[in-house]
């Protein structure tokens, strides 16, 4: 069965601190995985897709990485409207289009 | 852009009401999703449609029914709704492609049950 595991559950940050999101997962074959933010009452925002290990994407200040066990979502000086939770996800060869969802990071940035 | 819209963003109903809700993506998609979203659980899919009539089940269908009778429409029926079917309804669309099939959202549901 496909697990994702997202650390830490909440992050606070200060205006211009970088840090860095986790995501754990275990896939019979990955397919790719896939990041998404979303906003309070609102639907998840695609971000990215990755797809074999060495990948990296970026998009202004988020850098999406991909190893064979885990994801980073890197932030680098993040800004209060970077807040967010952040969705990581994953979709095995065998699943038939089903992602599985990890419980996400809370992100909030401070001025 | 994919544009993924749900026919309400709020909705109230009492316990043993038949609830219809729907979805329309604007982008060709083969593939159609219902999420239900809850604090601690996650997003758990409830059903998808791979075409148009062609159902199959998520994680959690008990309580829920689909239809599809076009492809850009994919509804979420609760036959008699209960309390614990209080949530936050997600649907999402992709293009079913070979190579790629990252899913878009729409702008969910906030169901209450009373």
């Known amino acids: 069965e496909d697990q994702v595991t997202q650390s830490p559950e909440a992050l606070r940050l200060q205006e211009g601190e970088s840090s860095s999101l986790n995501c754990s997962y275990t896939v019979s074959g990955l397919r790719g995985l896939f990041w998404y933010r979303q906003d309070p009452g609102k639907g998840p925002e695609f971000l990215f897709t990755l797809y074999s290990a060495g990948e990296e994407k970026e998009k202004e200040r988020l850098k999406a990485t991909l190893t064979k066990k885990e994801s980073f979502l890197h932030i680098t000086a993040p800004k209060p409207e970077d807040s967010a939770t952040y969705l990581c996800?994953?979709?095995?060869?065998?699943?038939?289009?089903?992602?599985?969802f990890g419980k996400g990071t809370l992100l909030t940035v401070n001025p | 852009d994919v544009k993924v819209t749900q026919s309400s963003r709020y909705l109230v109903k009492r316990t043993g009401e038949k609830v219809f809700l729907e979805c329309v993506q604007d982008?060709?998609?083969?593939?159609m999703f219902w999420y239900r979203q809850d604090p601690g659980l996650g997003l758990r899919l409830i059903y998808f449609?791979?075409?148009?009539?062609?159902?199959e089940k998520g994680d959690i269908p008990e309580g829920y029914s689909v239809s599809r009778e076009k492809k850009e429409r994919f509804s979420l029926i609760l036959e008699s709704a209960s309390t614990n079917q209080t949530s936050m309804y997600l649907c999402?669309?992709?293009?079913?492609?070979?190579?790629?099939?990252?899913?878009?959202f729409g702008p969910g549901t906030r169901l209450t049950v009373l």
């Open positions: 996800a994953v979709q095995d060869w065998g699943s038939n289009y089903k992602l599985t």
């Open positions: 982008m060709d998609h083969e593939n």
């Open positions: 999402a669309s992709s293009l079913g492609t070979a190579i790629t099939d990252t899913q878009y």
């Open positions: 449609s791979y075409d148009v009539k062609m159902k």
